[in-house]
């Protein structure tokens, strides 16, 4: 990797970590309107240097500043998922580290507005892991935003597969996922999932979203089953699980199994 490839891939990892640290304090419910961000144990507002994603922790060793107190470490991981969906998608998308893939010319007009959508699409996808995480609902329009984002990439010449297979493969993920929450009965399963699969199916094609299902079922199984031996949990069919932010970390997996360029 160049110089100026590896710079850039760091500004994309930071970028996202900050993005993410937004929507942190964005989709907390209990938020404080017009309020800078403060510690919830002693409510002191933060300062700037506090607020650094991903280095304030480190640095102050997951505690506050002022109480001491523990952070939780669920803050400092988003942060770090962020980071790690941009430095992804940049690696993919812009330097084709995928399978077979090809580096973006950045002169092209409609590769940068190809690779902007697809920030754009994984941004809001941040925003819906975070939302799911912390209350397990998910806007519609947030829902139909990330379907309208995938929609879009179908019609640019850069998209890894044709328009046609695109759609059947987001329509024989959502149809899949409908089965297996029909037939399983598992509750776990919501409509949001169904949304994003499809929108997942659009983004990927037929390999990439095999690839990110796989990897995000299993993955789901792993965390169900380690929270039983755990003893948090008795009960692995109760179990309430956020499946958006593991559809997301599929996702970036998948992308890793698709051809962009
Ligand atoms: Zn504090």
């Known amino acids: 990797m160049a110089m100026q490839h590896f710079l850039l891939a760091v500004l994309m990892f930071f970028f996202g970590a900050a993005l993410a640290s937004f929507f942190d304090v964005l989709t907390d419910p209990n938020r404080l309107r017009k309020r800078r961000s403060y510690c919830p144990h002693c409510r002191e507002t933060l300062r700037w240097y506090e607020m650094i994603p991903l280095l304030s922790y480190l640095r102050q060793a997951g505690k506050c ?14 942060e770090f998922m ?22 973006m010319d950045p002169w092209n007009m409609s590769a940068l507005v190809y690779s902007s959508l697809v920030f754009g699409y994984f941004a809001l996808f941040l925003l819906i892991s975070f939302a799911d995480t912390k209350t397990f609902l998910v806007s519609l329009s947030w829902l139909l935003g990330l379907n309208a984002l995938a929609l879009l990439l179908l019609f640019f010449p850069q998209h890894p597969s044709s328009a046609f297979v695109s759609l059947a493969a987001g ?12 037939f399983h ?11 994003i699969v499809v929108s997942m199916g659009f983004v990927l094609g037929f390999a990439g979203v095999a690839a990110g299902l796989i990897s995000a079922s299993v993955s789901g199984i792993i965390i169900c089953f380690a929270r039983k031996w755990g003893g948090s949990v008795t009960d692995i069919y109760r179990m309430k699980l ?5 559809l997301l970390l599929g ?10 360029f």
């Open 65 to 78: 500043r002022s109480c001491g107190k523990k952070i939780a470490f669920q803050h400092f991981f988003g």
């Open 82 to 103: 962020g980071g790690l969906i941009f430095l992804s998608v940049f690696l993919t998308v812009f330097l084709g580290l995928g399978f077979g893939g090809r580096r």
């Open 171 to 182: 329509m024989a993920a959502g149809g899949l996922l409908s089965l297996v929450s029909f």
């Open 185 to 195: 009965g598992w509750k776990k399963l919501g409509e949001a999932d169904i949304f």
């Open 242 to 246: 956020p499946f958006a932010p593991l």
């Open 251 to 260: 996702t970036i997996f998948g992308l890793f199994f698709t051809r962009f």
